[in-house]
C-alpha cells in the first residue's frame, strides 16, 4: 500500500473496520500492534517484565565490560580504576605482592631494614659514579672515596681511602693522598692492625700506590715507622736503647716531683725538705748531696749585688747606690703601651727593663705639626688635633685622602744625607677609615726611588718589609709606632708617609673622606729607631742614658787570683755590623788590662775582655743573639767560662798582664762612662764574690 505516502507491506484484521497488525516499511522499519508471540515466546521491544534483562550477555552484566567508545576512556581514568579496586572479597588481595604484604618491604625513607641483606654487589652510599669494583661498601665523598671490604678470603678487613680493592691498589683520583687501615683477627700471631699512608699530591687516578706502613700492632710487635716503640712490658733490654732512661741517666737516678727546687717570684730558688733519699745524679758525673743540692741554691741565691731594674734603679742588694744620669728630658713607652716623658736624670723603665740609650737627634722640624712647610702633601689634606695622640694629649692629626687619582702620601722635605749612613725613619699611626698604609725612605737624586719600605696593615699591625729593615710596635688605643731603615745611596733622603686603598698598590682614586691618623715622626741617622725625640721649629738632641754602680763593696778585686761571676739579663734593639755596644764594663786605660767587660759585637758575636788584646767569643759568628742572660765566672786559676741562658758557650785560661789602678765603677750598659752605649735594655744585675759552678750556671 502507499496511502501514507510510504511503500510498506501490512497485515490486519477486517470484522467491519480494518484494522492494522503488524507493518513492514521498505525502509526496514517495522511495527506491530500489541504483543508479538513465535512459538508461544513473547517478542518484546524493551524487556520490561519479561524476565528477561537485555543488559546481560550470557549471564554477565555490561557493566563487566568495557565501553567500546574508546575516545572518552584516558590514562588516568584507567589509573584511577585500578586505584580504587582492591578486589575486597574476591579472594585476590591487591595489597599483596607474590605473597608478600607491603609492610614487608623498606620504604624509600622513614622505614628500616629488619632483616638481613645479601649482596654480591657493592653498596654505594652516596651521590655520584661508583669509583671502585668488586664487594664493597663504598662512601662516596665528593673528593674522593672510602671503601671497606674483606681482602683475599682470608678474613683480613681493610678500610681505605681514595684507594682500590685488592693487594695491587691503584689511586681513585688523582692529586689526593690516601690511606688505609688493615685489621686481621684471623690469626694469632699477625699483626692486628696497621695504619698505612700514600703520598698522592702528584699522583694520577690509576696510578700504582706504594704504602708506607705508619703504625702497626700485633701480640709481639708495636712499630712506628718501622721502628720498634718500647714500652713497660718491653723496656728494649738488649735492643741498645732502655726506654727506662733519657740521655743515658735511668729514672731512678732523676728527682721526683716534689723533690725539684722551684724558682719563686722573685728569681730564688726554694729546695724542698724532701730531697731524694739518697743522692741527685746530674750529668752523669758528679753526685749532689742534700747538703749540697743546698749549698748550691744557697749561692745562686745570695749575689753581694742583685739589682732587679724593673721600676726602680735601687739595689735589692749591695753597698751604696746606682748612679744615673742623662742631661736632657726624654720619652719611653710605659708597660701600658702609653708614651711618657721623663725628666733631666730620671731612669726609664720599659716592659723590657732599664731603657739605656746612647744620643740621637730627629732630623725632622715639626715632628708633630704636619700643617708646617717643610711637609709637603700630595693627594691628602691635614686636619689638626684631630683625635688623642700615643702621650694622651689631643695633638694627633688626620690624613684624609683627597678625590684625585694618584698617589696620597705626606712626606718631609728633602733632607741632606751622607752616602751610606744608616738612616731610620720612624712614626706613629693609626688606622682610621684606611687600614693600610706604607712608610718610605727616597732617594731624591734617583727619581725618588724607594730604598726602604715598610707596609703595615693598621687593623691588625701586620707589616711586611720590602726593602730595607722595618720594625712595628704596639701602642695603646690601636697606635703602632713604624720604622723602616736603609742606608743613603745619595747625597739626600726623603721620609714619606702613603696611604693604600689595596696592598700594596700606591696609586688609586680617592674618595675626599678616608684617612688615617698620624703622630710623632723622625729621621734618626742610625741603623734601628730610637726613643722618640719632640721637635718644633729645628731638630733636636737627645742625651746618652749613664748608669754606674760604686765598685767598692760590690765587685771583688779584679786583680789575679780572686774569683767572680756577673750575670746581666739584656737586650739590643738590632744587631748591626758597624756597631759594637757593650753591656757592661769598667773604666779603663789602654796601657792597663780591661779587666771585666762585655760587649756585643756586630751581627753576630758576644765578647768578654779579661785582659786586652786578648779577649773571649762567647756566641759564634753563625748565631743572632740579641737578647738573653750573659753570664761570666772567673775562678781562682784565671779560668774563664762564658754561659748563654744557662748554657755554657766557652771556657778558657786568660792570663792578666799590667795590672794598674782598679776600676772605681762598673758600668751598665756602656762602657767607660757611656762610650759604645748599648742601645737596648738591662732588666737584672748580679755578681757573685765566688765563680759559679756549671750546675749553678744553669740555675742563674
Not at 678616608?514 to 721637635?535: D, M, N, R
Amino acid at each position: 500500500d502507499n496511502t501514507d505516502g510510504q511503500d510498506y507491506f501490512e497485515i490486519g484484521t477486517n470484522p467491519g473496520t480494518w484494522t492494522p497488525v503488524f507493518r513492514v516499511y521498505n525502509n526496514g522499519n517495522a511495527w506491530v500492534k500489541g504483543d508479538l508471540t513465535v512459538d508461544g515466546n513473547l517478542i518484546v521491544s524493551g524487556g520490561g517484565g519479561s524476565g528477561i534483562d537485555a543488559d546481560t550477555l550470557d549471564g554477565h552484566d555490561s557493566s563487566y565490560f568495557a565501553d567500546n567508545a574508546l575516545s572518552n576512556v584516558s590514562d588516568n581514568t584507567v589509573l584511577n580504576k585500578i586505584k580504587n579496586v582492591d578486589g575486597s572479597g574476591s579472594g585476590l588481595d591487591a595489597d599483596l605482592l607474590d605473597g608478600h604484604h607491603a609492610d614487608d618491604f623498606v620504604l624509600k625513607s622513614g622505614d628500616a631494614l629488619s632483616g638481613d641483606l645479601f649482596t654480591s654487589g657493592a653498596v654505594v652510599i652516596g651521590s655520584g659514579t661508583r669509583r671502585t669494583s668488586g664487594s664493597v661498601l663504598e662512601l662516596y665523598g665528593p673528593q674522593s672515596s672510602a671503601i671497606l671490604s674483606v681482602q683475599d678470603g682470608n678474613g683480613r678487613i681493610q678500610l681505605k681511602w681514595n684507594a682500590t680493592k685488592g693487594l695491587n691498589e691503584t689511586f681513585l683520583v688523582g692529586s689526593e693522598n690516601a690511606a688505609m687501615w688493615e685489621f686481621d683477627p684471623c690469626f694469632p700471631d699477625a699483626d692486628l692492625f696497621k695504619i698505612k699512608f700514600a703520598d698522592g699530591s702528584s699522583a694520577n687516578a690509576g696510578d700504582s700506590i706504594t704504602w708506607q706502613e705508619i703504625l702497626k700492632v700485633g701480640i709481639t710487635n708495636f712499630s712506628y715507622l718501622g721502628n720498634k716503640i718500647w714500652h713497660e712490658g718491653n723496656d728494649g733490654s738488649g735492643s741498645g736503647l732502655d726506654a727506662d732512661t733519657v740521655d743515658t741517666f735511668h729514672a731512678s737516678q732523676s728527682p721526683t716531683a716534689n723533690q725539684i727546687p722551684v724558682l719563686d717570684g722573685s728569681g730564688n730558688l726554694n729546695v724542698p725538705s724532701v730531697v731524694a733519699s739518697n743522692e741527685i745524679t746530674k750529668a752523669g758525673s758528679k753526685v749532689y748531696s742534700e747538703a749540697e743540692v743546698r749549698t748550691v741554691v744557697g749561692n745562686v741565691s745570695s749575689p753581694m749585688v742583685d739589682l732587679e731594674l724593673i721600676n726602680s734603679i735601687n739595689l735589692k742588694s749591695g753597698v751604696g747606690s746606682v748612679e744615673f744620669s742623662r742631661s736632657t728630658t726624654a720619652t719611653y713607652i710605659d708597660r701600658y703601651g702609653v708614651l711618657k716623658y721623663a725628666d733631666i736624670d730620671e731612669p726609664r723603665f720599659e716592659k723590657e727593663g732599664l731603657l739605656l740609650e746612647g744620643s740621637s737627634t730627629n732630623l725632622l722640624k715639626w715632628s708633630e705639626d704636619f700643617t708646617q712647610s717643610e711637609w709637603i702633601t700630595r693627594g691628602v689634606t691635614v686636619e689638626s688635633n684631630a683625635t688623642t695622640a700615643p702621650d694622651g694629649s689631643n695633638t694627633a692629626s688626620k690624613l684624609v685622602e683627597t678625590t684625585e687619582e694618584g698617589q696620597h702620601w705626606i712626606a718631609f722635605q728633602d733632607y741632606p744625607a751622607e752616602e751610606g749612613q744608616y738612616y731610620a725613619g720612624s712614626v706613629f699611626l693609626k688606622a682610621g677609615e684606611r687600614n693600610y698604609v706604607s712608610v718610605y725612605l727616597l732617594d731624591p737624586e734617583d727619581n725618588y726611588a724607594v730604598i726602604g719600605r715598610v707596609n703595615v696593615d693598621l687593623s691588625n699591625g701586620s707589616f711586611e718589609v720590602p726593602q730595607g729593615w722595618g720594625k712595628v710596635q704596639k701602642l695603646a688605643d690601636g697606635w703602632y709606632r713604624v720604622a723602616v731603615v736603609t742606608s743613603a745611596t745619595s747625597s739626600s733622603i726623603r721620609f714619606q708617609v702613603g696611604l693604600i686603598e689595596t696592598p700594596w698598590i700606591a696609586s688609586y682614586i680617592g674618595d675626599g673622606t678616608s684617612g688615617i691618623y698620624i703622630w710623632g715622626a723622625q729621621l734618626e741617622a742610625k741603623p734601628f729607631p730610637t726613643s722618640y725625640i719632640p721637635t718644633q721649629d729645628s731638630a733636636v738632641t737627645r742625651s746618652a742614658d749613664i748608669c754606674r754602680l760604686p765598685f767598692e763593696g760590690n765587685h771583688p778585686s779584679l786583680k789575679a787570683g780572686n774569683e767572680f761571676s756577673v750575670a746581666v739579663d739584656f737586650d739590643v734593639f738590632r744587631r748591626d755590623a758597624d756597631l759594637q755596644r757593650y753591656i757592661f764594663g769598667s773604666n779603663w786605660t789602654s796601657e792597663y788590662d780591661r779587666y771585666n767587660q762585655a760587649r756585643i759585637s756586630g751581627l753576630n758575636t758576644i765578647d768578654y775582655f779579661r785582659t786586652s788584646p786578648s779577649y773571649m767569643i762567647i756566641s759564634p759568628a753563625d748565631e743572632t743573639i740579641s737578647s738573653g742572660r750573659l753570664l761570666i765566672t772567673v775562678d781562682s786559676q784565671e779560668l774563664v767560662c762564658g754561659y748563654l741562658n744557662g748554657i755554657k758557650r766557652v771556657s778558657q785560661t786568660i792570663s792578666l798582664g799590667n795590672e794598674g789602678e782598679l776600676p772605681t765603677g762598673i758600668w751598665i750598659g756602656s762602657a767607660d762612662n757611656g762610650a759604645s752605649p748599648l742601645y737596648g735594655h738591662i732588666k737584672r744585675v748580679r755578681i757573685w764574690d765566688k765563680a759559679l759552678s756549671d750546675i749553678e750556671a744553669s740555675l742563674v
